[in-house]
């Protein structure tokens, strides 16, 4: 037995002893508690005002609205089913009076709906901001109450639940194992677009805002040395033509204006091989354009400085007949918009023939170029203020209003499937966009607006 016991024991047998010897037969000792008492009433009175709550927001009650919501609806496709029987009929006015007369109640029963509908929603109203106001206080209260819980148990119970969450979000994402990407005909390996980000790039040239018009970017097939070489072309006569080319060795250069590489291509502005519009892109070290006053695609080799031609489709519109517009303006002599993607360089312009909408024409490689495939759309060119391609799928830009501009039109040139309806918006940074071009090597759109070069990020699903 150790010492500790020893005594303890000791102090239990005199403590009998004394008991006895004092003839009691019970003992007892006061408690004082030196905290507050629970306030029962208190919490009792917060489950009422739940409860109270509960019932008047009960989903039996504000079902109300929706139902009401539900027979106006029918009234007005019965309002509209009517009036096209109305304008259908021909009977020289033997039933359009009565006709007339039915549609005359409808409307008269659909404003009564109109103004139930708006009472209800009034009510419906009031009742949200009192039942918000209740809960605001029962949740102050609530709060109170938690310093009577001294063995923090609602603190760990919140805990509890936010690892409960985790754990549960863990396990999902790894159920959530995503198959490996299958390209559908028409689409990016990486998924479709879903929006575009930036801008990540936003500069203006060395040639400061003299010159609104012209277009910029990367070759997405470069020659060897030039893999981070950056090109701009400025149209630096009348916002319609150029005869050189700029080349920079980064982006930084570009930026800074330090060290231009120019390459002339034409002896002045306008004349034979000038460079007529500013949609133009670089694709395998040589630069396609619309040639000057000429119906057809040029091909300028920045390695043997030679210039070819491909013709294009009879009555194709040329010298600013059908330029990419909006509401308020058209962008000049955009009649032909060279565009890139991964199969290589297309070209995208109208005709008569064609009503004005867009035709696309894919331009074969070689020594020179011709034109091969072509395919219609129903897009027309002065509805659009810019096109791209990405993974076959032609794309279609157009003015929301100065800071917005928007992705809205896309063609599959694979699956021939066309959609109106994509809605990708991006901020602009300037008003008018003259230029835009996707490059498929950095997943970026290069935009030349108003004089400044500027790039977004595509971001895929």
Known sequence: MSLLEYMWRTVGVLFILLMQS??????????????????????????????????KMQSAKMSEEGALRLGLRQRLLQLQED?????????????????????????????QLINKL?????????LSTKVNATMLQVQT???QLEKFDHMQIVQKLEENKRLKRSVAQCQ?????????????????????????????????????TSYTYG??????????????????????????????????????SLIAGAGPKDVSIASGNPTTNTIQGPNVVMYGDALYYGCYNNPSVCRFNLTSRAITTAPLPQDS??????????????YVYTDLDFITDESGVWVAYTSAENYGNVMISEVEP?????????????????????????????????YVDKDTEEIFYSFDTKSGMESYNLSMRFKKMHTNIQSLNYNPSDHKLYVYSDAYAITYDVIFE
């Open 215 to 252: 277009s910029w970017g990367r070759d997405p097939r470069p020659a060897a040395g030039k893999e981070n070489w950056y090109w701009l072309i400025p149209l630096t006569s009348s916002n319609v033509y150029a005869n050189y080319v700029r080349q920079y060795t980064s982006l930084s």
């Open 83 to 111: 009036m096209s029987a109305l304008e259908r009929e021909d009977d020289g006015g033997l039933y359009g009076a009565v006709s007339l007369r039915i549609i005359e109640l409808e409307l008269a029963e659909i404003l």
């Open 366 to 398: 070689g020594d020179v170029p011709r034109l091969g495939r072509t395919i219609k759309t129903s897009l027309h060119k002065r509805t659009a203020t810019n096109t791209f391609m990405m993974c076959g799928v032609l794309y279609a830009t157009r």
């Open 141 to 143: 209260e609530l709060k």
């Open 317 to 330: 519109a040329i010298n600013n007949k059908f330029p990419f517009c909006h509401l308020g303006a058209c």
């Open 118 to 126: 708006n009472r209800t929603h009034d009510t419906h109203q009031s």
């Open 22 to 55: 004092a003839g009691a037969t019970e003992c007892s000792c006061e408690l004082t508690n030196a905290e507050n008492p629970f306030p029962k009433d208190k919490l009792m009175g917060i489950e009422t005002s739940a409860v109270d709550c509960n019932q």
């Open 172 to 208: 999902e994402e790894l159920r959530a194992t995503p198959p490996p990407p299958t390209p559908t005909p028409g689409s990016c390996p990486q998924g479709n677009p879903v929006r575009v980000e930036g801008p990540r790039t936003y500069t203006v040239t060395q040639y400061g």
